[in-house]
T-cell receptor, first 112, second 115 residues
Framework: DQQVKQNSPSLSVQEGRISILNCDYT??????FLWYKKYPAEGPTFLIS???IKDKNEDGRFTVFLNKSAKHLSLHIVPSQPGDSAVYFC???????????WGAGTKLIIKP | ETGVTQSPTHLIKTRGQQVTLRCSSQ?????VSWYQQALGQGPQFIFQ???????GRGNFPPRFSGLQFPNYSSELNVNALELDDSALYLC??????????????FGPGTRLLVL
């Protein structure tokens, strides 16, 4: 039972263009969402988060959008840079719950 | 550089054996969590330790156990290894025992192969 789904295993984007990574969830109790980035042979690093009381959060080139009615969130990277090539995970949690539920990840490849 | 280290980097064991994986957290981080990441999947939460006591556990059997020490190091022990235990094991540390949604810092992981 996958509560957090990232349906695209990989995504290829031209350098300078927008990268859009998608994530769907099934549990309506989730109220906090995070994106992590992972390079090979390294642990995941926190990128950006959003609370369910918001529908958008922005940090530099990274913006996360949350559509609660559709149970969908997306991560936009503008403009995409070669260093953005990595695996991106979305994760979700229920308020006061200690456990993060993770998606399977999307491998983003930025082409020069 | 997160300051979280794990050892060993790779490990091969046979079914039925026991294994101990180690994690050294950043100084001052009193909370450590362990995750299992199977190939092609996202990390799955195993358990969390806060001030040397387990204070949260995911859907893993009791043969997965842990220890946290006062010097910010911790261990994950797995008994009676099964083939499905083959995975990347990640530890993550942070500064409080509160919600896991606070920023946590991951180590590079230990790749375990069970034959």
């Amino acid at each position: 039972d996958q509560q957090v789904k990232q349906n695209s295993p990989s995504l290829s984007v031209q350098e300078g263009r927008i990268s859009i990574l998608n994530c769907d969830y099934t549990n309506s109790m989730f109220d906090y969402f995070l994106w992590y980035k992972k390079y090979p042979a390294e642990g995941p690093t926190f990128l950006i988060s959003i609370s369910s009381i918001k529908d958008k959060n922005e940090d530099g080139r990274f913006t996360v959008f949350l559509n609660k009615s559709a149970k969908h969130l997306s991560l936009h990277i503008v403009p995409s840079q070669p260093g953005d090539s990595a695996v991106y995970f979305c994760a979700a949690s229920v308020d006061s719950n200690y456990q993060l539920i993770w998606g399977a990840g999307t491998k983003l490849i930025i082409k020069p | 550089e997160t300051g979280v280290t794990q050892s060993p980097t790779h490990l091969i064991k046979t079914r039925g054996q026991q294994v101990t994986l180690r994690c050294s957290s950043q100084s001052g981080h009193n909370t450590v969590s362990w995750y299992q990441q199977a190939l092609g999947q996202g990390p799955q939460f195993i358990f969390q330790y806060y001030r040397e006591e387990e204070n949260g556990r995911g859907n893993f059997p009791p043969r997965f156990s842990g220890l946290q020490f006062p010097n910010y190091s911790s261990e994950l022990n797995v008994n009676a290894l099964e083939l499905d235990d083959s995975a990347l094991y990640l530890c993550a540390s942070k500064t409080s025992g509160g919600a896991i949604t606070e920023t946590q810092y991951f180590g590079p992981g230990t790749r375990l192969l069970v034959l």
